[in-house]
């Protein structure tokens, strides 16, 4: 506590006081003095301790120690008023840290970075798991997310603060750049009952190729096609291939050396006449360096068909309750402008018309079937139209249909008779298709 400053007025002074031990707490300890004869009071401040800073327009000067001696008092007297706050209780010591409740999983390392394997090599890894708590912990399953992937003989049972094994493996076969894969670890932890770990890396091919190669023939093609596979040795020692054989005769394979020890080209043929239909074939290539002594190059010939017709066929419903009209549509994919003529059924049942379609060279082919068609055992009708082209003169378009079954009467009805009108479930459902009958008729006098 100390004394801030001392108002003094004509009849009365008052020090006042502040406690420096509790900010904010302010004291005002007031004493009332009468006026002497003779005796004019003026204002004095008194500063930090107690000290008289200035005494103004003061008589007689004998009063100025009187004066003193009051303000100290009064202030001593605030001071013993004033109730010492009781010492607070020292805080519990904490306690010891126990082990956590039950199993409780953690890894070393949930993320394992192999870095660079090589195109076909296995890279492995083992994940050490630890039991933090005071339970055994029970590993019950480790499912990886590819097949790339698979795990081994992983430590089932872990005791409270010991260590497992869960060893994984990944095969690089088909992969290409920076891979990330992820195993699953499902077991009976507090913390994580499904924890889930993280295998990366970085797959490079040593012998860097295009493992497929096409080769698009065009109906109207009559020089020979190539197309060209470039293979680069991306290690530091020189490698040789060489030795480029086709299993498809029909495709041809010559290799070049751009950079010796580098670089080749693989060039791939195709000469007439083409097929006339889709074909593939392999083409292998000897190497020298070790752990690769071939490589292996598919090549496909995509042949685009001189006149494409879709659908292929009609399949007709069986015993249509209603005329039905099928829609053929027949495009041609040639310079030649393509005209078609004469539509002919081999059934006179069927009629079958041909209209222009959108563009040039598309024709839309009308069959009409009427109602209750129904083909004959062994009997394969088709569609036919003529064309200008000189391979396909006549465009055939087969029918088929599917049997027709017959609806029995359920077991167990009152009504012995036929069903009049069958309702088939199944349509729009994925359950078999069942018959529901139609309900009998009354008997005589119900209404």
């Known amino acids: 506590m100390y004394v801030t400053h001392v108002t003094l007025g004509k009849n009365y002074f008052a020090p006042h006081i502040r406690l420096d ?5 302010e004291s005002r300890c007031r004493r009332r003095f009468y006026d002497s004869p003779g005796l004019t009071f003026g204002q004095s401040w008194l500063s930090l301790g107690g000290e008289l800073s200035y005494i103004t327009s003061m008589k007689p000067m004998r009063l100025c120690a009187t004066w003193m001696v009051s303000v100290i008092t009064a202030a001593s007297g605030c001071l013993e008023a004033q109730v010492t706050p009781a010492p607070q209780s020292a805080a519990p010591a904490a306690a010891p840290a126990s082990p956590a409740s039950g199993p409780i999983i953690q890894f070393d390392n949930a993320v394992y970075d192999f870095g660079k394997v090589a195109y076909g090599e296995k890279a492995r890894h083992t994940y050490m798991v630890s039991n933090a708590g ?18 081994g003989d992983w430590t089932h049972s872990v005791e409270p603060g010991k260590t497992g094994e869960i060893p994984v493996q990944f095969d690089s076969t088909g992969f290409n750049g920076p891979i990330t894969r992820t195993i699953d670890v499902y077991s009976n932890a507090r913390n994580a009952p499904r924890k889930t770990l993280q295998l990366k890396g970085l797959i490079w091919k040593p012998i860097d190729f295009s493992p497929t190669a096409f080769l698009s023939i065009s109906p109207d093609a009559t020089n020979e096609i190539s197309t060209k596979v470039r ?8 490698v040789t291939f060489s030795n480029a054989v086709s299993a498809n005769k029909i495709f041809q394979a010559e290799l070049k050396e751009t950079r010796p020890g580098k670089e080749y080209e693989l060039d791939i043929t195709l000469s007439p006449p083409f097929p006339v239909r889709n074909t593939s074939g392999t083409i292998t290539v000897n190497t020298s360096r070790p752990g690769t002594p071939t490589i292996t190059v598919t090549a496909t010939a995509s042949v685009t068909p001189a006149i494409q017709v ?13 005329a039905m009209t099928n829609l053929v549509t027949i495009l041609a994919n040639t310079t030649n402008l393509l005209s078609l003529s004469n539509p002919k ?42 064309s200008n082209h000189p391979r396909f ?5 087969p029918i088929i249909q599917f049997p027709h079954r017959q609806v029995a009467a359920l077991p167990g009805s009152h009504n012995s008779t036929k069903l009049s009108t069958p309702v088939w479930r199944g349509a729009f459902t994925n359950g078999p298709a069942t018959a529901v009958p139609a309900p009998p008729a009354p008997a005589a006098g119900h209404p």
């Open 310 to 322: 879709s659908p292929s066929q009609i399949v007709l419903n069986s015993l249509p309750d209603r």
């Open 231 to 238: 293979i680069v040795n991306q290690t530091d020692d020189p």
């Open 393 to 397: 003169p006549l465009i055939r378009v």
């Open 345 to 386: 059924s081999s059934d006179s049942r069927i009629q079958v018309e041909v209209q222009p379609g959108a563009r040039k060279g598309m024709f839309k082919l009308l069959v009409v079937v009427p109602p209750g068609f129904q083909l004959e055992p062994g009997q394969k009708p088709e569609v036919t139209v003529e």
């Open 134 to 151: 005071n339970e055994t912990l029970e590993i019950t399953n480790v499912k990886p997310g590819c097949h790339c992937t698979t795990a």
């Open 21 to 25: 031990r509790s900010q904010g707490l």
